[in-house]
């Protein structure tokens, strides 16, 4: 028998000291960040925003039969200015070793008067990365605890309106994606990074909707595409990556387009990091989690969105 435990030390839940197991701790599930797998990421983010360089030709083709070019109609090259603006946060926790000694925990504490280490503290360490993972994918979407534009707010306030959104089942599901699909620029339907971002209420209604009317092969490995080395779901028949993301979860809204357009900044190399230290005087273990990172997205005309 397991007890559930919050690292915070949240000690309602258990009872007085028996013979449970208290070295097979078991990490709460958590959905960690997902967009930065296909996004175009920029490390080393320092201040609250950065700027990011694109640069574009538009070339005029003229006749290569005849001597000299008119220089006045070669075209052009555009160089625009993506900004990234960043979000900065911290969680600090205390956790005191001498709270449970009355639980079973107590078995995993050390022999000392002094708890300088926390029980399971790998576990611990790791629960709060993966924490802050999905607080980041939250916000690179939403943007509301940071004070940001997410990529939704982007996206709503210069792409294209497919419509309204409609929530998936079984029976429409294909059909929806289908339908903000065909709505994508033509500048961009022959590009390799195209996805399609939604909930995982309608992640979950679309693939129920494939195993109910297709007996394809529905699951192939993105690494050809570039898009991720993990096993991705495409739209059939397509290069379309279908990808369910928290950052969508109760938001009514389905977003299209280049995955490369979405420009995210990290601060350090991955945007988080963890810091566990003993505090002698207060004989707590003191805990830091920190997140920087930042998002843009580079020519939003070539997304479609259903909101």
């Given at each position: 028998m397991k007890k559930k435990l919050n690292f915070s030390y949240d000690l309602s839940a258990?009872?007085?000291f028996s013979l449970e197991r208290a070295d097979e701790m078991l990490l709460n599930s958590v959905l960690g960040a997902t967009t930065?797998?296909?996004?175009?990421?920029?490390?080393?983010?320092?201040?609250?925003?950065?700027?990011i360089g694109v640069m574009a030709n538009d070339p005029t083709w003229q006749n290569g039969l005849t001597c000299g070019l008119d220089p006045a109609s070669g075209g052009t090259t555009d160089i625009t200015q993506v900004e990234i603006v960043g979000c900065y946060k911290s969680a600090r926790l205390n956790n005191c070793g001498n709270e449970l000694r009355n639980y079973f925990l107590s078995q995993a504490l050390s022999n000392s008067l002094y708890q300088e280490t926390i029980p399971f503290e790998e576990l611990f360490v790791q629960d709060l990365g993966n924490?802050?993972?999905?607080?980041?994918?939250?916000?690179?979407?939403?943007?509301?605890?940071?004070?940001?534009?997410g990529i939704l707010d982007l996206v709503q306030a210069g792409g294209n309106d497919g419509g309204t959104y409609t929530a998936m089942t079984v029976t429409n599901a294909i059909d929806v994606i289908n339908?903000?699909?065909?709505?994508?620029?033509?500048?961009?339907?022959?590009?390799?990074?195209?996805?399609?971002?939604?909930?995982?209420?309608?992640?979950?209604?679309?693939?129920?909707?494939?195993?109910?009317?297709?007996?394809?092969n529905l699951f192939t490995l993105g690494d050809e595409s570039g898009l991720s080395t993990e096993t991705t779901v495409f739209l059939p028949g397509s290069n379309i990556a279908v990808i369910p993301t928290q950052g969508l979860d109760a938001q009514s809204a389905i977003v299209a387009g280049p995955t490369q357009d979405i420009l995210i900044g990290l601060a350090a190399d991955d945007g988080m990091a963890v810091r566990v230290q003993y505090d002698f005087f207060n004989d707590t273990v003191a805990s830091i989690t920190?997140?920087?990172?930042?998002?843009g997205v580079h020519e939003v005309n070539n997304f479609v969105f259903l909101d």
């Open positions: 258990l009872s007085a930065p797998r296909y996004a175009k990421i920029y490390p080393g983010m320092k201040g609250t925003s950065m700027k924490r802050a993972a999905d607080f980041m994918e939250t916000e690179l979407w939403q943007g509301t605890s940071c004070g940001i534009n339908a903000v699909v065909l709505q994508l620029p033509a500048r961009v339907q022959r590009r390799t990074d195209l996805a399609v971002f939604l909930s995982f209420a309608d992640y979950r209604a679309f693939i129920a909707a494939l195993s109910k009317t297709s007996s394809m920190k997140v920087g990172f930042g998002v």
